[in-house]
Nanobody, 122 residues
C-alpha cells in the first residue's frame, strides 16, 4: 500500500519561500510520475506541477511558472516543491500524488498524501 507524506508547510510572509517535501513508500517510486496539487479553502483542488519518473518531463500550472520548481530524488523516494515569492493567494493545502504518467488531471493520480498547509500573510 502506497504511503505519501508531505511536510514543509507553514506560515510565511508574502515574498518568502518554502520548500515542500513528499516522502513516498510502499510503491516503486522510480516508476511513478509525481504531482503536486493545492486546494484553497472553499475552492476545488487544482494542479500545480508534475514530474516524470525520469525527470525528463516537468510541467507547471501557468500560475506558478517561474516561481515554483519541482524536483525529485529517486534514491530518497522524495519529491519536492520549491516555492518562491509566495503570495497570499497561494495559501492552500498542498498535496502530492502518484501517477503512472504525468498529468495535470487529478483523476489520473492513484495515491495521495494528506496534505501540508501553507499560509501566506500579506
Amino acid at each position: 500500500q502506497a504511503h505519501l507524506e508531505e511536510s514543509g508547510g507553514g506560515s510565511v510572509q508574502a515574498g518568502d519561500s518554502l520548500t515542500l517535501s513528499c516522502v513516498v513508500s510502499g510503491v516503486m517510486f522510480s516508476r511513478y510520475a509525481m504531482g503536486w496539487f493545492r486546494q484553497a479553502s472553499g475552492t476545488e483542488r487544482e494542479f500545480v506541477s508534475t514530474i516524470s519518473w525520469s525527470i525528463a518531463s516537468i510541467k507547471y500550472a501557468d500560475s506558478v511558472k517561474g516561481l515554483f520548481t519541482t524536483y525529485r530524488d529517486n534514491d530518497r523516494t522524495t519529491v519536492y516543491l520549491q516555492m518562491n515569492n509566495l503570495q497570499p493567494e497561494e495559501t492552500a493545502d498542498y498535496y502530492c500524488a502518484t501517477t503512472l504518467l504525468g498529468s495535470d488531471s487529478e483523476e489520473e493520480y492513484a495515491y495521495w498524501g494528506k496534505g501540508t498547509k501553507v499560509t501566506v500573510s500579506s
